[in-house]
């Protein structure tokens, strides 16, 4: 059966219901990734109680030691699927996320729930580069920009949906099965995985043409497959290994991964979705207004990349991006300027404030979000795609724990009038660097785009 996509003025795109549902069972690991970032922070209130009373320092560790977990799970996942494959290395990604979510949801004491921090932190680094990876190695070129986006809105699906756990549970404060509750997504990638298939790509590169082949005819139009088979072939032999990295040829694309993940952290997005319900608290919202707030904020993100997905391959990655990145701009500017008559907000200056978070994610959403995760899912040359993507995923998390850990330090600092300048303005510098390294990907098959961009 094919599902049709209307794409504008271009003949319609048939979307096999092989490839959609690839694409959406691999997208539970984004699910995960969104779920385990953002329960935390409601089920933090509760741990604390069970656990007599937490200082502060013993909280930030329960959040941020998952970062610290997915810097490695992405370290290792990209050298893991470059040899052994793209579907086994998530078929056990799924199956740390429920061995780290039984143990938190089990565990009978709090250094036994930050291992089980880390443990899930390996997974979700994991899940973070892997799923875009094998979503991008499956489905055609022209719609490629939207389904390897189905993993963003995932991650701001289980955003989401964690909020409303928290705030649901919130009564019995059980906060154990807020935590649990991600098993059931991570049994369901696990079980997917099962019978995904595996990359056609990364079989090729191993001299697998047949099965390949096999994965092909399920995924393509049957006219393409061979033209595929070759180009890949000879793209997988232009490269020397995993020296290429630093390579003259890769090193320019080395960098753009990297300097996209680390201004997708350092524009402040995590501040806003970590932190925003203590920022309301603290500038007077009373408690159910800034969860409100906060799950309004939520919503948005997850509309706002519902339009990005239906956009990536209509206008492009980098209309998106630009765009986007200016929006950001504008959101923190705005907030930053609720706050200059001081740090408590009242009537129309707290609705301000809150309309440029909003107008910020929102802005996030349809670009920078989405985007940093489908370019490094595309601009590397086969042979080290994982190996690449790695390095750019380890520097996204690593920069998420840098300014998770120092926000609080930097708020008490410089107040919200500093802080929200500081990222209007890093957001301004990201602008001017995208304007001038990104390339546009939409449209080409991952061969061209090597084939464009890595001169050998
Ligand atoms: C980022 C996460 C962020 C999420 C918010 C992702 O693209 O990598 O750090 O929490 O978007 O939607």
Known sequence: MMLIAKRGAEPAARIRRHVALSAAITALGGLLFGYDTGV???????????????SEFRQELVTSLLLVGAVVGALTAGRVADRIGRRPTTAITAAVFVVGVLLAALT?????LLVARIVIGLAVGSASMVVPLYIGEVVPPRVRGGLVSLNQLAITAGILV?????????????????FGLAAIPAIALFIGMIFQAESPHWLIRQGRDDEARTVLRRVRDSGDIEEE?????????RQAGVRELVSRSVRPLLAVGVLLAVFQQITGINTVIYYAPSLLQGAGFGNSAALLANVVNGAVNVGMTIVAVWLLDRVGRRPLLLSGTAGMAVGMTITALS?????????????VAVIGLLIYTGSFAIGLGPVFWL?????YPLKIRG??????????????FIVTISFLTLLSAVGGVGAFFLFGFLTLVALGYFWRKVPETKGRSLQQIERDLVHV
């Open 40 to 54: 935390v922070s409601g089920a933090l209130l509760f741990v604390k109680k069970d656990f007599g009373g937490l």
């Open 162 to 178: 964690s909020y409303l756990i928290d705030y649901g549970l919130s009564s019995t404060g059980n906060w154990r099965l807020m």
């Open 339 to 351: 706050f200059l008559g001081g740090s408590h907000l009242t009537g129309a200056l707290a609705i």
């Open 375 to 379: 370019l490094i899912a595309e601009i």
């Open 108 to 112: 009978p004491t709090y250094p036994v």
């Open 229 to 237: 088979i070759r180009e890949v072939r000879e793209v997988s032999e």
């Open 387 to 400: 190996a690449a993507m790695s390095v750019a995923t380890m520097a996204n998390w690593g920069a998420n």
